[in-house]
């Protein structure tokens, strides 16, 4: 219904931003890490989501269509509603959901504010196939890359892959890694070797 809002960031506080567009302030629900990125801004874009409940119409705004797009998946799942949505997306972005995701991490997802466990793993069930089908990451292909670094080499792999690179290249990039690399070392070394 509303793609987005445009206009002169007027007001904003913890979860909040009003965006006046044509003599109109829309107030959006949104992430810390939107806010972040906008409150320093004169003129801002979000990128909408209306929820209709039978009490009330809510509109939820964020700095980019990943934001969003983590938003709709999270809130698609059984238990999970806006509010849960946006606390997760304040505590990690949307690349490191997918990471959470397609690795299983499910006690990453439970640092967040009212996320306990059983919806975490709720959230890793109902979405794993979504978001590997999203970021064209499946089992024969992390398993067709060597794993001689253990599990720190796998989440790392999985990182790379969602953020677009393909299996082959993603192994390549990581191939000689010290197989002691923290799963950050072994991204930066992915990285550099794929720039």
């Known amino acids: ?26 107030a959006c629900r949104t992430t810390m890490n939107t806010l972040a990125k906008i409150r320093e801004l004169d003129e801002v874009k979000l990128y909408t989501y209306l929820h209709i409940t039978e009490n009330s119409l809510d509109l939820f ?7 969003l797009g983590a938003f709709k998946q999270l809130i698609s799942v059984s238990g999970v509603g806006p509010k849960a949505a946006l606390s997760i997306l ?6 490191k959901l997918a990471l959470c995701i397609a690795s299983g ?8 504010p009212g996320i306990g466990a059983k919806i975490a793993q709720r959230i890793i069930l109902e979405l794993k196939d979504k978001v590997a089908k999203e970021q064209k990451i499946n089992a024969k292909d992390l398993q067709s890359v060597s794993v001689s670094a253990g599990d720190n080499f796998t989440e790392a792999l999985t990182a790379l892959q969602t953020l677009g690179f393909s299996p082959a290249q ?8 010290d197989p002691a690399s923290s799963v950050e070392e072994l ?6 070797n794929l720039a």
């Not at 991204?187 to 550099?192: A, E, W």
């Open 90 to 95: 304040s505590d990690i972005t949307p690349t």
């Open 105 to 112: 991490d499910f006690k990453t997802l439970t640092k967040s």
């Open 1 to 26: 219904m509303i793609y987005s809002v445009q206009g002169e960031l007027t007001y904003w506080e913890a979860g909040l931003a009003v965006v006046e567009c044509g003599g109109v302030g829309y």
């Open 187 to 192: 991204i930066k070394y992915g990285l550099k």
């Open 61 to 67: 705004g964020f700095a980019d269509n990943a934001e």
């Open 170 to 177: 993603c192994g390549a990039a990581l191939s000689g890694a």
